[in-house]
C-alpha cells in the first residue's frame, strides 16, 4: 500500500473536513499537476489500465441483470396489488392516483436501501464519514470486497439499471425526465465502475448522501396527493407536505451541496493522490462525480425556484414543480385530466342537490376552486 505522501498525516489521524475554499484552492492545484505528470495518457493507456485494474465477474453481471428485472417485476406486482387499490379505496382524485405508485415504490426502495447504507456507516467498524479520506488507505487493485458492500451495490446497482427502463416507461413523464435517465446512466457506470477498481468505500459514501433526499421527496409527494381525497381536504396531510418540503430543501443542501463536495470531492480529487499516486481513472472518476454534482445544482435551482414562488405568493400548495411537459407529457396529463373531469361531471349530476347542501354548511375548505370538506 503506498502511504500519504502529501501530509505528514499516520493513517490513523483523522483529517479536519475542509471547507469550499480548501476544496477550490487543494483541487486546482492538485488536478492540473496530476495531468502534467501524466505524459502517456491516451486510449491504449486507458485499455490497459482497465484490463489490468478492472475485476468483475460473470456471476456478478448476471446477478446485476436477474436484480434490475427482479425490481422491475416486484414494483409491477406491489404497483398491481398493493399501491392502486390503496389509491382506489382513499378515492384519490385520477391525476394522484396515477402518480401515487410511482412514489410509494420508491419511498419504500430508497428508505430500505439508505437505511442500509447508513447501518454499514455508522454501525460497523467502518470510518468513510468521519473520516473520508481513508477510503483509499488500504486500497489495492483486485482487493477483495467485503460482502456488505458489495450487497450494497449489488441492490443499488440493479435498482439504477431497473430505474432507466423505469423513467422511460413506467413513470410520468417530467421535465426533468431527460436529466434523470442521464442521471441514472452517471449513477450506473460510477456504481459498476467503481465496484470493479474496487473504489467501494467512497461509492458507499456517495450513495449514502444522495438517498435520503429521495425519501423526502416521496414522502413529501405522497401527502400532496393524500391531502385531497374521497372529496375531503386532509390537513394533517397538508401540514406533513409541507414539512417534508422544508426539510427536503434543508437536506438537500446540506448532504449533496455541503457534503458531498467537501467529504467526497475532496477524497477523490486530492486525498487519493496522497495514498494512491498512480490512481488508475483519476480523471474518469472525478469527471462523473463533477457531473453528478452539476446535476445537483440543477436540481436545487428547481428548489430555490419553488421556495421563490411560495414567498411571492405565486404558489399556495406544495406541488411538483417538474411536472408534464412536452407531447408525450402532455398526451399524459390530457387523459388524466379528462378522466378526471368525467368523474367530476358524473358526481355532478348524482350529487348536486347534495353539493349544494354541503357549501352552505361550516367546515368546509375552498382549494383550487373546488369545495372540499375539512379533515384533521
Not at 263 to 287: E, G, M
Request: proline share 3%; net charge negative.
Amino acid at each position: 500500500m503506498d502511504s500519504h505522501t502529501g501530509d505528514d498525516m499516520s493513517v490513523g489521524e483523522v483529517e479536519p473536513m475542509p471547507g469550499y475554499a480548501d476544496l477550490i484552492t487543494r483541487a486546482s492545484t492538485v488536478m492540473p499537476s496530476a495531468l502534467r505528470g501524466c505524459s502517456t495518457c491516451g486510449l491504449e493507456l486507458s485499455k490497459s489500465t482497465l484490463l489490468d485494474n478492472a475485476y468483475i465477474t460473470w456471476t456478478e453481471i448476471g446477478l446485476f441483470f436477474i436484480c434490475a428485472v427482479m425490481w422491475t417485476q416486484i414494483r409491477r406486482g406491489l404497483t398491481e396489488c398493493l399501491f392502486q387499490p390503496f389509491a382506489q379505496w382513499c378515492s384519490l382524485q385520477p391525476k394522484d392516483s396515477a402518480k401515487m405508485p410511482e412514489s410509494s415504490w420508491k419511498l419504500v426502495f430508497y428508505t430500505m436501501s439508505w437505511s442500509y447504507s447508513t447501518y454499514l456507516l455508522f454501525f460497523t467498524n467502518y470510518t468513510f464519514f468521519h473520516d473520508p479520506p481513508s477510503v483509499f488507505y488500504e486500497w489495492k487493485r483486485g482487493m477483495t470486497v467485503p460482502t456488505d458492500i458489495a450487497i450494497a451495490y449489488l441492490i443499488q446497482g440493479s435498482f439504477y439499471g431497473h430505474s432507466i427502463y423505469a423513467t422511460v416507461y413506467m413513470d410520468a413523464w417530467r421535465k426533468d425526465s431527460t436529466v434523470m435517465v442521464v442521471h441514472h446512466v452517471i449513477t450506473l457506470a460510477l456504481i459498476t465502475f467503481s465496484y470493479a477498481f474496487r473504489f467501494h468505500n467512497i461509492g458507499l459514501l456517495v450513495l449514502f448522501l444522495h438517498d435520503i433526499n429521495d425519501i423526502q421527496l416521496e414522502f413529501t409527494k405522497l401527502n400532496v396527493y393524500f391531502k385531497t381525497r374521497g372529496g375531503g381536504y386532509y390537513l394533517i396531510n397538508d401540514i406533513l407536505s409541507n414539512m417534508g418540503s422544508v426539510s427536503f430543501s434543508i437536506t438537500w443542501f446540506w448532504f449533496r451541496l455541503y457534503w458531498f463536495p467537501l467529504k467526497v470531492l475532496y477524497a477523490t480529487c486530492v486525498s487519493s493522490l496522497q495514498s494512491v499516486p498512480n490512481i488508475p481513472f483519476y480523471f474518469f472518476f472525478n469527471s462523473l462525480l463533477l457531473t453528478l454534482l452539476c446535476m445537483n445544482i440543477y436540481w436545487f435551482l428547481y428548489i430555490v425556484a419553488f421556495v421563490a414562488k411560495v414567498l411571492t405568493g405565486q404558489m399556495k400548495d406544495v406541488k411538483d414543480l417538474r411536472e408534464y411537459e412536452g407531447e408525450e407529457g402532455a398526451q399524459r396529463a390530457a387523459t388524466l385530466l379528462k378522466a378526471e373531469q368525467q368523474s367530476k361531471d358524473a358526481g355532478h349530476l348524482n350529487n348536486s342537490a347534495e353539493t349544494q347542501l354541503n357549501n352552505s354548511t361550516e367546515g368546509k375548505n375552498l382549494q383550487n376552486g373546488i369545495t372540499k370538506e375539512k379533515h384533521l
